[in-house]
Every structure is written in structure tokens, then in C-alpha cells.
């Protein structure tokens, strides 16, 4: 496979997505990644992440509906793409086969 | 969040329309999030984003709301938005021309530097001043950093706070630092919000260790000190001292008693009294303690020893009060409620306490703000920062005086010499630069000498200010280049002193029309007013300088000088432990032929006092007393005013008082000797009244005070006054004699005119430091005058030469050079003499008690002075004009 250009910090944001489904949109994000890091990120990282990641293929948005809370302001939802959902599996491939080689040789060793 | 969705009703597209009108109606409860990050945002964040982001933004905002307070959600909002200034999000800004704008800066910077180059006296001049100026300024941040920064390394600095208690006394409402003894202790079993409680006591005692005996002070404290307080052990682990047989030592102390190495299991032994004492084992050494701090320790056991050290110490006894308590809640925010409920120990103490001692409420305070509250609780175990707070302004203002000097020195040269860029200003004009860009293009010029003047600054300030500061006080401020704050404050100070300075220049020389500069019809610089302003400006500053340089010295002399109301010199005093003690060294002291005069007591002038509170007419008077025998006023030369002192081992006297005459005076005594009143219950005569004399330094007004029979076993001191010039010898004696009888005490004693420790130096620095600013103003000044004056002549030349040929002598020409600076200096001296002389009076009352009085001879030194370099600096010129030819100046051009 070849490197995609995909960081690490940038992977837990597409994957996010693709776990939050139908309530991917910038807070909910953030809030579901902070929830799972237990660290405090920054709008700015989390929505740079997000544009670069359109901007690259893997992720595509639209608006969506809006709150009181937003002051009126829409949601853009971002889902993945089938290309942004292959690199995914391809990464998940990749590290499953190392862990393999890995405890193979801690079960020899 | 799936409760505020909005459902149905409006679609997406009407929302979009309505947004910008509805945006007040829609916001819950009326808090916005701030305006300007909000327009910030607007502005630099790519416009396809803003809406998502601007809302994004906003749910953040209104949930930080619901959980935090609205102010500090608005300050997380406005820092999100510094966050978000990431390329991916910003516009692209590429529509200003910024392209077009970098080889014309590059031409800028180009001729600055050929400028500086072409002009080395003036750039000398203004770099030297403002680096020096700048320097200062480096230096006062340092210090107000170090400042600042004390006791902030605690980790616990917002959780930890100090029990204090209000109380009514003396007529006012006062806080007090101690705490009532078993209040810690209820403390942490009543509320659940307190985690870790530590009370603080401390004791003196004396230290042995193989052959090292010393006096020391001892902190009795729970084991949670360690934990609340962040001091790291360098060796062993904080949790031991719950052994109620162990000791930490700090880092000083483990050295002093066992040297470098790790003394961990040591024992050493602490004598608490004449016969009591135990062995504790050494269990830990604190690391090196943090710089700047107000709390720390030499030595800390378990408060449980205090039983020990006490025999009879009731932890449970409301009457009493111990040292400091200490609370370390779960979060800050619980403290208020805390503070609030605990009213209720209120009537357990005032029931056990006389109605004089009742208290009224209870106060925490919390740890990181202590040092600065400190300077108004009585009795607290923090130290008050205060002062340097005080010192931080003092040096603020100066730094901000000498760098507006420096700046003004580059102001009155830039206009001056103005007249030759005048040229180049007419060509860049007509080639098409606005008016704008003239002024940019002086503000870099500026920015460029500001940058090379702050380079030399900050050498200047960490190889000369800095290390001559700390030498002085002998301390250490810790500065480093690692503080980021510095890193905003030096290029902020750059920015502002280079436009402060630029600002002026730059608009006065790119007002002039272009077709004016080249026909050569301007005529400029020269008689600016606006030059004499700033120079007379300059001119009282260094009147102000040189006043307080003059007056700090002069009140430094003055001070060493000055009395102390008794004879301190030839006087020797020793701590003594018990009566036997006293004995046995006055015994071996009297037969010694130099000893004229020989004392006991129980206090000691200069070092020891009991505090006394007296009734007269049913009004009460805290005041101090010293419990002495009848030959201590012959033994320290305390002049007896009227009456007479007490007689030599008489019983009637127990009830006899001798007072100063400041007790008199506030008594409004017409006839002291006879008054009666109570200390307690008990009821006194006054016998005598002896001259107001200085119990403490000249930083303290002198108090009212009065003097008691000692009993004599309650003999603590003696003093011995000396034949005159035997002090040396008769103190040899005295500590061989000390150390032949006690070998198990350490000796503590000393000369009487010691006892003030550290108070003449103090006062010899604050003059050091004065005569430096003092310095510096008058050099700024001087180069400044220099500068101005040079450029002037030089803008003459012909003018001289013309008169030189028509045979003007060195009278005329003198008189033409100094004439309009001679006026000048005397409008400028005429207001800055009577100005710094109210300012050197003004400082003087706020900095000193007593101090030398302040005379207008004072800032005629300094008129005298600035004359004096008025004349040296024309006398360069008028030389440089006599000597030249006459030919010469005329061929110019």
C-alpha cells in the first residue's frame, strides 16, 4: 500500500466520523474525541484536520439543520468517503499485521 | 443537545435567510460570546467556513456557559479564536500587496543602516542612550518576574489556604494569622470538602550534632505539609514524617550539619529546653528551595512532639492559639461555603477567651495570594511581598522616566538633523511614495536602531544591572531566557519605544510639500520649539535625578550618624538560658577590669520586647515593655528625663513603671511622675520618664513604651557596658568564658550597635542605587544636550565663519552658542528645582520614618550641576569653532 499522507491525529478524526455517523459535525467531534483521548482539543486543530481531510478526498460535507444554541448558524455534517472509509481499513490491515508478527515472535521468544 | 435541536417547523433555507436578523432573538438567555474575537474571526477566517465555524464556536460557548461562569467561557471562546489561526483556515490575505511591499522595505533597511554608518555620533548617541535605558527596563522586568512570581510554584497554590480569624482590637478590626488549637482538627472531621489539614508551630530550640551546636527554630507541623506545600525532597520520601520520631531537614541546614552527603538515618539532637531534649532520626532533605518564596522551613518534626517539647501542651485548648492552620479543600470554589459555616466554631472560642480577644468572624486565605495579603494579617507564617510590590512600581517608573529620556534624545536629534534627509524625502515624493510610507519608512529606520540598542540593552542588563542589583542585596532573581514572557515583553518594548520615539520624527519631516523641499524653501529643524520643549523636559527629569541622588546619599551619612537616643557603642549584650546561667557569666564578668556597668533583664533593646496592653482612664494602649534591673538605664545610657529610675533590689518598685516620654505624650500627661495605671489588674506608678529613645531602626517612629522590674529569675539577657575601646577584647573574653562554662549551649550575643542587623546597609543601597539613576539621567541628558548642540553648530558653520572673518572674538561667539540654551536651562531649572525638591520630600516621608531634613540646598546641587554640564558641553563647540578656519566654513559647497 502505498503512504497516504494520512497523520495520526488526523486518522482519530476520520474515524470519529465514521463512527458518529448522522451527528458528524464539528463539536459533536470534538466532544466525542475528547471524551475518548480524556485530553481538551482545540476547535482550530480539530477543524483543520477536517478541511485538509476534504480537501484530500477523504471526507465530504454538507449543511445540515441548525439550533438555538448555533445563534442559527447551520451544521456542516461531514461523512466519509468510500475512499477515506478504504484507507481506513487499509491502515486497520496494516497495524493488525504487524501485531500479528509481533506476538508471534513474543509467543517464540 | 437533542433536546435544543430544533425539529421541523423552519426549513434550512429560511434559517440561512433569517440569520443575520435573528441572531439576538435566538441566543438563550442573553449571553453572547464576546464581540471583538467574534469580529476577529469574521475577519481572518476563509468565508466559506464562517458559518459552520461561527457556529461550531458558539455551542461551545453557550454549553462552557451552563458548566463554567460566563466570563470565563468568554475567555476560553477568545482563546479557541486565537487558536483557529491555522493556514487552512485563514483567508487568503494575498489581496493586499504585500508582494509589492518587501524590496522597498529591503531599501529601507538598507538606508538605515547607511545612515547609522554615515551619522556615527548621533547613532552613537542615540544607541548608547537608549541601550542603557532599555537596560533598565530589562532589569525591571526582571525584578517585577521575580516578584510576581512568589510562591506561584505550589502546586496546590489555589487549594491551599490559611485559617485566619478577625478580631476587634486596639479600636479596629484586624486580621490575625494564628489560629485556635483544636480548630485544624475539626476542621478536617466536620467538612468533607477539606482533604488534608496541617497546623505549623514553631519553636526555638538547640540543635546538636557531633560537635555542632546551634540555636535553630523548629516547625512542628503535621505530614501533610509536605504534600499541601511543594517543597521535593532531594532524599528520602515526604510520608515518614508521620513518625513521630523523625526530622526533615532543608537543604541549608543538612549541609551545615553534615556536610554534602546524604545524611538519611543520621540522628541529631534536639534540646528543647535546659533539660529536655530527644533524638530524631533524619528521614528526608528538601531540595533546594524555589527563589522567590515567602513560606519555608529549616527543620520539620511532627507537630505530636509539641507534648514533648511542652510538657503539659493541651491540643485541645480553645484559649490558646497555634502558630498557623492550614486547609487543603478538593476546589477552590468550596472555600466561600466553607468560610460560611464556619461561624459555628465562633462560640467555642469566645466562650473559653476574654470579651477583649472575642472573635468575629473567620477568613481563609488562600495560598497563592497570601504574600500579598500577608502585609495586613498580624502574626502569619507568610512573609509580605509588599515592598517589593512597592520596589516593582519604584523601578517601573524609573525605567519608564530614563527610557523617555533616551527617546527624547533621539527626537530632538532627528528633528535637527532632519534638514539632510530633506533631499531624499523631496525624491521619494516625487517618485510616488505617499505620505504613509515616508512615516513607515522612518518608523523601520527606527525599529532597526531600537533593535540594535535593545541587543546591547539586554547585555548591558544581564552582565551589569542584573548581577550589581543581586550583588547588593545578595539575592538571586533567576533570569533566564527561557521565559516566554520575557519573549513578548522585549519585542513589545521594542515596538513601543521605537515608535515612541519614531512617531514624532517621522510625521514632522513628511508633512513638507514636495515642491517646497526641492526649490529649497523650507527652512527646518532648527527652530523647532517642540525640541526646546523636549529638552527642557529632559532637563527637569535630570533635576529630579540628581535631587534624589543627592538627597539618599546625604540621609545615608546623615542616618549613620544620626542618634539613637542611648549610647549604643561599648555595649555588649548575651542571651542567657536561666538565672544559674546568668550567674555564673556575671560572676566571671564583673571582676573583668574592662567592664564598667554590668545588667540583667528579661528583655533587651534592639532585641527583644514583650507587647503590653495598659488602661489609662478606662482606655486601653497596646504597648511595648521591657522588664529590666535597676542599672540597665547606667549600663545602655538611656537619659532619665525626670523622677528617677528604679532603686537596686527593692520590693516596693515591683510595682513601679519608667516611661518614654512618647507614653507621656499620648497620655497628655502635664505630670507624669505619680500617674497611675493598670497592666491587667495589677496597678502602677510611674516613678520616672526617660528620654524617647530607638528600640528599633529609624524605619520605626518611636513608640510608647515603659519598663517593669525584672524578676530575676526570669533573667533572659545581660548587657554590659564596656570600657571604650576594650569592646573587641571584653567580647573575646566573654564568648571563651561562654563556651568554657556551657559547652552544650551556643553562644548569642553580640555588640549593641549590631543589633539593627542589616538596616545601615539597606540604607547604604538605597543611596548606591539612586546615585546610579542618578548617573545615568545626567549622562542621557548630557549626551542629549551634546547632540543637539554639535548639530547646531555644524548647521552654522558658514554663519560663524562670517562673523569669524568680520572679527568676532571668542566672547561673541560663545555667547551666540550658549544664549538660547542659556534661557532655556534657567525656564527649565526654575521649574525643575522647586519640582524635585517637593518630590524628593515626598519620597523621603514615604520611604523613611526619620530621615535627613530635606533643605532647598539639595536641588541647588543639582541646578549646579546641570549648569556645570551646560558649560563643559558648549565649551566642546565653542572650541571646535574657534579653532576652525574661517576659509574653510565658507568653501562649503
Known amino acids: 500500500m502505498k503512504i497516504t499522507k494520512l497523520g495520526e491525529f488526523e486518522e482519530l478524526v476520520l474515524l470519529t466520523v465514521a463512527a458518529l455517523q448522522a451527528d458528524a459535525y464539528g463539536v459533536e467531534i470534538k466532544r466525542e474525541l475528547e471524551r475518548r483521548l480524556d485530553e481538551t482539543l482545540s476547535v482550530g486543530s480539530i477543524q483543520s484536520a477536517l478541511k485538509r481531510m476534504e480537501e484530500k478526498g477523504f471526507l465530504k460535507s454538507a449543511f445540515g439543520e441548525t439550533t438555538q444554541k448555533r445563534g442559527g448558524k447551520r451544521k456542516r455534517i461531514y461523512t466519509t468517503t468510500s475512499y477515506g472509509h478504504r484507507i481506513l481499513a487499509d491502515m486497520k490491515d496494516v497495524r493488525a499485521g504487524l501485531w500479528e508478527s509481533i506476538n508471534a515472535k513474543v509467543a517464540l521468544g | ?893
Open chain 2, 1 to 893: 443537545m437533542g433536546v435544543d435541536k430544533r425539529k421541523g417547523g423552519i426549513g434550512l433555507n429560511s434559517m440561512s435567510v433569517k440569520k443575520s436578523t435573528d441572531r439576538d432573538m435566538t441566543q438563550p438567555e442573553g449571553v453572547a460570546p464576546p464581540r471583538w474575537p467574534l469580529n476577529l474571526l469574521r475577519y481572518f477566517v476563509k468565508r466559506e467556513y464562517i458559518e459552520e465555524i461561527e457556529g461550531d464556536m458558539e455551542e461551545i460557548f453557550h454549553d462552557n456557559v451552563e458548566r463554567l461562569s460566563p466570563r470565563k467561557a468568554s475567555r476560553l471562546y477568545t482563546w479557541e479564536v486565537l487558536k483557529l489561526f491555522r493556514p487552512t483556515l485563514l483567508k487568503n490575505l494575498s489581496g493586499l500587496p504585500t508582494a509589492n511591499q518587501y524590496p522597498m522595505f529591503k531599501n529601507y533597511f538598507k538606508t538605515a543602516i547607511r545612515g547609522l554608518m554615515k551619522t556615527p555620533m548621533t547613532s552613537f548617541i542615540n544607541v548608547v542612550g537608549l541601550s542603557i535605558a532599555l537596560g533598565i527596563c530589562v532589569f525591571a522586568y526582571t525584578f517585577a518576574r521575580w516578584t510576581i512570581s512568589t510562591d506561584q510554584f505550589h502546586k496546590n497554590k489555589d487549594e491551599v489556604f490559611l485559617v485566619t480569624f478577625n478580631s476587634h482590637r486596639d479600636g479596629t478590626m484586624q486580621q490575625y494569622g494564628q489560629t485556635p488549637r483544636p480548630l485544624g482538627v475539626m476542621l478536617k472531621s466536620d467538612f468533607a470538602n477539606i482533604k488534608k489539614m496541617c497546623r505549623v508551630e514553631d519553636r526555638n530550640v538547640v540543635m546538636k550534632h557531633e560537635d555542632k551546636v546551634f540555636h535553630e527554630r523548629v516547625r512542628f507541623t503535621d505530614p501533610e505539609f509536605l504534600d499541601m506545600f511543594t517543597f521535593p525532597l532531594k532524599w528520602g520520601t515526604p510520608s515518614s514524617l508521620s513518625d513521630i520520631n523523625s526530622i526533615v531537614l532543608s537543604e541549608r541546614m543538612a549541609i551545615k550539619y553534615f556536610g554534602a552527603e546524604n545524611p538519611l538515618g543520621q540522628s541529631i539532637l534536639v534540646k528543647f529546653d535546659k533539660d529536655n531534649g530527644k533524638a530524631f532520626k533524619v528521614v528526608g532533605v528538601a531540595a533546594t528551595f524555589p527563589k522567590s518564596r515567602t513560606i519555608s522551613f529549616d527543620f520539620l518534626v511532627n507537630v505530636e512532639n509539641l507534648s514533648t517539647a511542652e510538657p503539659g501542651y493541651d491540643f485541645n485548648d480553645w484559649k490558646a492559639l497555634v502558630h498557623a492552620t492550614l486547609i487543603q479543600v478538593d476546589d477552590a470554589s468550596s472555600a466561600k461555603a466553607i468560610e460560611g459555616a464556619m461561624d459555628k466554631y465562633r462560640k467555642f472560642q469566645n466562650q473559653a477567651v476574654d470579651e477583649d480577644l472575642a472573635i468575629s468572624s473567620f477568613k481563609l486565605e488562600p495560598l497563592a495570594t497570601l504574600h500579598e495579603a500577608s502585609e495586613h494579617i498580624k502574626d502569619d507564617i507568610s512573609r509580605s511581598s509588599h515592598d517589593n510590590y512597592l520596589s516593582v512600581i519604584f523601578l517601573s517608573v524609573i525605567a519608564v522616566f530614563l527610557l523617555a529620556l533616551a527617546c527624547i534624545n533621539y527626537i530632538n536629534i532627528a528633528i535637527v538633523s532632519a534638514a539632510k534627509r530633506l533631499k531624499e524625502i523631496g525624491v521619494r515624493k516625487t517618485i510616488g511614495a505617499s505620505r504613509t510610507m515616508v512615516v513607515v519608512q522612518f518608523l523601520t529606520e527606527n525599529i532597526v536602531i531600537t533593535f540594535f540598542a535593545l541587543i546591547i540593552g539586554v547585555i548591558l542588563g544581564i552582565t551589569i544591572f542584573i548581577p550589581g542589583f543581586e550583588q547588593l542585596w545578595h539575592f538571586n532573581m533567576g533570569f533566564t531566557f527561557t521565559d516566554a514572557a520575557l519573549w513578548i515583553y522585549l519585542p513589545s518594548i521594542l515596538l513601543f519605544t521605537a515608535i515612541a520615539s519614531g512617531i514624532y520624527p517621522a510625521f514632522y519631516v513628511s508633512r513638507f510639500e514636495v515642491i517646497n523641499i526641492l526649490k529649497g524653501s523650507v527652512q527646518f529643524g532648527k527652530k523647532n520649539p517642540v525640541t526646546k520643549l523636549f529638552l527642557g523636559i529632559q532637563l527637569v527629569l535630570a533635576c529630579i535625578f540628581i535631587t534624589s541622588a543627592v538627597m539618599f546619599s546625604q540621609n545615608s551619612t546623615y542616618l549613620a550618624s544620626r542618634s539613637w537616643g542611648y549610647n549604643q557603642d561599648a555595649v555588649l549584650y548575651i542571651e542567657v538560658p536561666d538565672l544559674p546561667a546568668f550567674e555564673k557569666i556575671s560572676a566571671v564578668m564583673t571582676s573583668n577590669s574592662n567592664v564598667q556597668s554590668l545588667s540583667g533583664s528579661h528583655n533587651h533593646v534592639g532585641v527583644n520586647n514583650s507587647a503590653v496592653v495598659v488602661k489609662v482612664d478606662a482606655v486601653q494602649h497596646a504597648v511595648d515593655q521591657l522588664a529590666v534591673d535597676a542599672q540597665y538605664f547606667t549600663t545602655l545610657g538611656i537619659p532619665l528625663q525626670q523622677g528617677r529610675v528604679f532603686r537596686d533590689r527593692v520590693e516596693s518598685d515591683k510595682q513601679s513603671v519608667v516611661v518614654n516620654e512618647s507614653f507621656v505624650g499620648t497620655m497628655g500627661w502635664e505630670q507624669p511622675i505619680g500617674q497611675i495605671f493598670k497592666i491587667d489588674t495589677i496597678q502602677y506608678d510611674v516613678i520616672g520618664v526617660v528620654s524617647d529613645f530607638h528600640n528599633y531602626s529609624f524605619n520605626d517612629k518611636v513608640t510608647p513604651m515603659l519598663f517593669t522590674v525584672a524578676n530575676r529569675e526570669d533573667y533572659h539577657f545581660l548587657s554590659m557596658r564596656v570600657r571604650a575601646g576594650s569592646e573587641k577584647d571584653t567580647y573575646a573574653v566573654l564568648q571563651a568564658q561562654w563556651a568554657k562554662l556551657f559547652p552544650e549551649n551556643p553562644f548569642q550575643g553580640g555588640y549593641q550597635e549590631d543589633v539593627w542587623g542589616n538596616y545601615f546597609t539597606e540604607i547604604w543601597i538605597h543611596a548606591m542605587v539612586w546615585k546610579v539613576f542618578g548617573f545615568i539621567a545626567v549622562l542621557l541628558a548630557t549626551l542629549g544636550l551634546y547632540g543637539l548642540m554639535t548639530l547646531n553648530v555644524t548647521g552654522r558653520v558658514r554663519e560663524f565663519s562670517i562673523r569669524k572673518v568680520l572679527g568676532a572674538g571668542i566672547k561673541n561667539i560663545a555667547a551666540i552658542i550658549t544664549r538660547e540654551y542659556a534661557v532655556l536651562f534657567a525656564v527649565a531649572l526654575l521649574i525643575g528645582a522647586p519640582v524635585s525638591y517637593i518630590l524628593a520630600k515626598m519620597l523621603m516621608d514615604f520611604a523613611y520614618a526619620y530621615h535627613v531634613p530635606v533643605t532647598y540646598s539639595v536641588a541647588s546641587i543639582s541646578v549646579v550641576v546641570l549648569i556645570l554640564v551646560l558649560f563643559v558641553t558648549a565649551f566642546t563647540q565653542i572650541r571646535k569653532v574657534v579653532k576652525s578656519n574661517p576659509v574653510n566654513g565658507l568653501k562649503m559647497e
